[in-house]
């Protein structure tokens, strides 16, 4: 079995994708990871090889600049990626600040996922996905994807526009200020305890159910919202969608029209900040040199366990590729019948449940008017995967029927547009 790990994300990933290849999953494999630093190459090497042995199970471990090496055979493809994320985002957003009384700007369209600042990280990603895609065709066509790259619901389009099968995962909704666990906590509630169903599209998910043992949480947990105990957004969205926002409200925000008590973040986080990066070298570097046995070692790996994201992209991988049992919250993949009310060809979120390998759908139905919004935003993010493919007739149609635009000057919208594709030209080679 191998898998090729591709992004520039990728290390900041590896110790908890490894943990699971190897010790939750008992898988022995090849591993490649794409990195250009000779450097880094080596740190990621020395770490991986030492966890290898620690895990008693054949396999390889391989950092390579070479992309073709990487990619050659693969079962699996794991994307982590982005193109310049942060100084790109500065730059639209200077763009989107206005200069002059009759160019006021839009600086709330400053977003990283959705509106005018998401359709432009879209189309920069699109860049990167589609050479990707390029390239796994001539050496793994087979492959399975999965990504992780933002915006997830469009990458996850482009994959599948390109014949590949691919599952994403975005933040999850299962943590944080809307989060599950402080949804349950608020009524007293061990999430952990609670089946709850979570379901919609990626960064705009809903809690439809939840229940702890014979109890039904949902009215008590509608009238906290109701009441505005998890902020005026959700409270909002209450009334409009007829079910409770789930995860980080930020992340839905980005993709409905500018409201008054939503400001988008002037600095929003893009990876690893330098000191992280440091701080895990420097534990990847201990754990190379000493060994994963050693008590040294073994203290420096549970720190770098104890900074991983709680997705668990390598778990999904292992069940997808091996065809085993998994019960998996927000999973991004293609509709199919999991929510029947949206297009089958949706870009959707919710749980996936795997018996053999098998997805299992579960027909969840969505409220009435949560329907018509996650149809409205799933079509933006397939034009805005098409018009990063180069498509000029989806990328004005996905300006024209964004929500995130209502109330605008589409016209406007779409000149400004063009202007941010021409100040990004040195990259948006298909546009």
């Known amino acids: 079995m191998k898998f090729a790990l591709i992004g520039q994300d990728i290390p900041a990933l590896l110790p908890g994708l490894l943990a699971d290849l190897l010790f939750a999953g008992r898988q022995g494999a090849e591993v490649y990871v794409e990195e250009k630093n000779a450097a880094m190459q080596d740190v990621l090497e020395r770490y991986a090889r030492a966890i290898f042995i620690k895990s008693g199970l054949p396999g390889e471990f ?11 055979d693969a079962d699996c493809v794991m994307y982590a990626g982005d193109v310049m994320a942060a100084s790109r985002f500065r730059q639209d957003r200077e763009a989107l600040s206005g200069t002059t009384e009759d160019d006021p700007g839009l600086t709330e369209q400053a977003r990283v996922n ?9 189309l920069r990603q699109g860049e990167s996905v589609l050479d990707l895609c390029e390239d796994m065709r001539e050496h793994c066509p087979g492959a399975l994807v999965i990504n992780l790259g933002q915006p997830v619901a469009r990458t996850t389009a482009m994959f599948e526009g390109e014949g590949f099968r691919c599952y994403g995962l975005g933040r999850t909704p299962l943590r944080g200020a809307n989060g599950l666990d402080s949804l349950c906590k608020k009524i007293g509630k061990k999430f952990t305890e609670v089946q709850a169903v979570m379901a919609g ?7 439809l159910s939840a229940r702890c043992g014979g109890e039904n949480l949902l009215p008590a947990l509608t009238d906290l919202t109701a009441q505005g105990e998890f902020g005026r957004l959700a409270q909002r969205w209450l009334d409009w969608y007829e079910a409770i926002p789930v995860g980080d409200v930020t992340d839905h925000a980005e993709l409905l029209p500018a409201e008054e008590d939503y400001i988008p973040e002037e600095e929003p986080v893009f990876g690893e900040s330098i000191e992280a990066r440091k701080e895990r070298i420097l534990h990847m570097n201990a754990v190379g040199d000493k060994g994963a046995s050693s008590q040294e070692g073994m203290i420096a790996q549970l720190v770098l366990l104890s900074k991983a994201p709680p997705i668990r992209p390598m778990r999904l991988a292992l069940a997808l590729v091996r065809g085993d049992d998994l019960d998996m919250e927000a999973v991004t993949r293609v509709n199919g019948g999991e929510l029947p009310q949206l297009a089958k060809h949706a870009i959707i979120e919710s749980r996936l449940t795997l018996e053999n390998g098998q997805i299992r759908p579960h027909g969840w139905q969505l409220p009435a008017p949560l329907v018509e919004i996650c149809g409205e935003i799933d079509e933006t993010n397939r034009l805005a995967a098409r018009a990063a493919a180069g498509d ?4 004005r149609e996905c300006i024209e029927i964004d929500p995130a635009l209502a109330g605008l000057d589409r016209l406007y919208c779409q000149e400004l547009v063009d202007r941010m594709i021409a100040m990004h030209d040195d990259i948006l080679e298909r546009l």
């Not at 599209?201 to 809690?207: H, I, V, W």
């Not at 000029?392 to 990328?395: K, N, Y």
């Open 201 to 207: 599209l990626p960064g705009f998910a809903f809690l």
């Open 392 to 395: 000029r007739t989806a990328l």
């Open 114 to 122: 959705g509106g005018i600042g998401g359709l432009m990280h879209t």
């Open 62 to 72: 391989h950092a390579t600049g070479n992309r073709a090496e990487a990619l050659r």
